[in-house]
């Protein structure tokens, strides 16, 4: 990729070298948040305290985070 200069430094590749994102942005798969039982929808994820029931949570292994406005709850277990 980059050449070595005198003091033993790499440079870095150029723009055109590096390699570049094959996938984009996609889409929320909104059919994935939620689940149908009978006539009812039922939300499988929590919802953001500060930013109310239009916004989901994510989980991760240690905590909570909300993508919104960036709260977050780290468990202790």
């Known amino acids: ?26 889409h929320v798969q909104v059919w994935k948040l939620y689940d149908a039982k009978g006539d009812k929808l039922v939300r499988k994820r929590d919802h953001c305290p500060r930013c109310g029931l239009g916004t989901f949570i994510a989980v991760y292994k240690n905590r909570k985070y909300c993508g919104k406005c960036h709260w977050s709850q780290i468990s202790k277990e």
């Open 1 to 26: 990729m980059g050449t070595k200069k005198k003091g033993g430094k790499k440079d870095k590749p150029s723009q055109k070298e590096r390699p570049k994102s094959k996938k984009k942005h996609t």
